[in-house]
C-alpha cells in the first residue's frame, strides 16, 4: 500500500514497513507542500497535528484509512470520512505518560516558580528572598478531569508526590480504571461543584467535543479556590482563555497550559498568547507527547493499525457505530461455499432490507464444513422473506433473532 506521514514519524517504524512490502512517502510540511496534491494517491494517511479536510479526502479517491497518531482525532474531519467510507483509527495511551510528567512539571513549575527564577537568573537578578516561598505539593488536592489512560498515569504520579487525588464519579468507567482509583485511593464527587470546591490543583485530560468546549469558562472558574492551579495539557478548546485570564488577574489563579486555543499551524513563528505576559503562567509549546520513548511507542501503534488494516480489522477505529444498527437480526446457517452468502444478500435486497452490519463465522470441521451469518437489516423480514431464505440450496436455516 502507499502510505503517506503527514508528520514526522520514527524511521525505524518506516523501515518495518517497507520490508512489509508498503511504499512510505514522508511530506515535508516545512517546504509549502499541496497536501491535497501530494496524498491524491495514498491509500493510507498518518497524521499528527496536520488537519485533514473534506476536500483533502476527496481528492484522494483512494485513501480507505486515516490514522491520527496520537488519541485525539479533533484535526481530522471524522464526519466527512464517514460519509465517505473511510477508516478514522487512532493511537491512544501510548503518549499518556509522556503528557502526564509534563502535567506534573508544569504543576512544580508553578508551585516553585521555576521559569520565572530562571529567566531572573539569567537576567543577572539574584532574589533568594522572592523565590523562597512555595506552598509545597505534599498534601494539598488534586482534581482530575477526565480519566483515561492519561489522568490515571498523573495520578499514580501525583500519588508519589503526596497529592490527595480527586475526580468525578462515572458508573461506566473501564475496569482499568477503577482498579486505579482503589489503588491511588482518589476521592470521588458526584458534581463539578463539589470536585472544584476542594481542589488546590485543577488539571484537564478530556477530549475536545461540543460538550468540552470551552468549559473552563467564567462559571467553572469562580467555583475554584483562589490562588488554585489550572494544568491543561489535553486540548487548547476546553478553555476560553479570555475568562482565565480575568481569573488570573482577579482572583490569582496559577495557569500551566502546554495547549492553547488558537495554536499556530507553523512549527515555529513569532507568536504568543495574552495569558503568557502574566507572572503567574508557565506554558509550553503543545509538546506533552513529545518524548522520544513516547514518539517510539506511537509509531508501534501506528504499524499495528495498519497490520489490522490489512486483513480487515483496523484496531481503534473512531468512525464505526458502537452500537448494533438496524431494527432486526437475524442468524443464516449456510453451507460454506462459494456464492452462500451472494445469494442471502441479494433475497435480502430483493426485499428491500438493507444490511448495516454483519458477521460471518465458519464452524470447525474439514468436510462440509458450516458457517453462520450473522446480520442486522433494517427491518424485520415478513415470513415469506424468510422461508425464500430457506429455500436457498446453499441455506441450512433462518432464525429471527432480535426485533427493536
Known sequence: MLLCFADPIETSEISILESQGHQCVVLDRQ???????EIEMAEVLIVRSTKVTRSMMVAAPELGLIIRAGAGTDNIDVEAASELGIYVCNVPGQNAVA???????????????????????????????????A?????????IFGFGSIGQEVAVRAK??????????????????????????VILHDTTEQLLAVADIVSLHLPLTPQ????????????????????????????????VLQAMQTNDLRVGLDV??????????????????????????????????????????????INGYEIGLPPNCVNIAAQPLGE??????????????????SCLGNAGLNVQQMRNEIFEGTRGAAAVATIRISRTPDPATVKELETIPTVIKVDVLVST
Not at 517546504?31 to 496534491?37: A, C, F, M, N, P
Not at 480527586?166 to 458508573?171: D, Q, V
Not at 513563528?269 to 503567574?280: I, R
Request: a negative charge; hydrophobic letters at 45%; proline letters at 2%.
Open 328 to 345: 432486526c437480526a437475524i442468524a443464516v446457517r449456510h453451507k460454506d461455499e462459494v456464492g452462500a452468502l451472494a445469494a442471502v444478500l
Open 260 to 305: 492553547f486555543e488558537a495554536e499556530p499551524t507553523e512549527a515555529a513563528t513569532a507568536w504568543g498568547p495574552a495569558l503568557a505576559q502574566m507572572d503567574n503562567f508557565v506554558g509550553t509549546h503543545h509538546i506533552g507527547a513529545s518524548t522520544d520513548q513516547a514518539r517510539t511507542a506511537v509509531a508501534r501503534g501506528v504499524v499495528a493499525v
Open 31 to 37: 517546504s509549502g507542500v499541496d497536501l491535497e496534491k
Open 99 to 133: 503528557v502526564a510528567e509534563l502535567t506534573l512539571g508544569l504543576i512544580l513549575a508553578l508551585d516553585r516558580g521555576i521559569s520565572q527564577a530562571t529567566r531572573d537568573l539569567k537576567d543577572a537578578d539574584w532574589n533568594k528572598a522572592k523565590y523562597a516561598r
Open 160 to 185: 508519589g508526590f503526596g497529592l490527595v487525588v480527586h475526580a468525578l464519579t462515572n458508573s461506566e468507567r473501564a475496569s482499568g480504571a477503577t482498579n486505579t482509583i482503589s489503588e491511588v485511593e
Open 135 to 143: 506552598t509545597g505539593l505534599k498534601g494539598r488536592n488534586l482534581a
Open 212 to 243: 468540552t468546549t470551552k468549559m473552563v469558562n467564567e462559571k467553572f472558574l469562580r467555583q475554584m479556590k483562589p490562588g488554585a492551579t489550572l494544568i491543561n495539557t489535553a486540548r487548547g478548546g476546553l478553555l476560553d482563555e479570555d475568562a
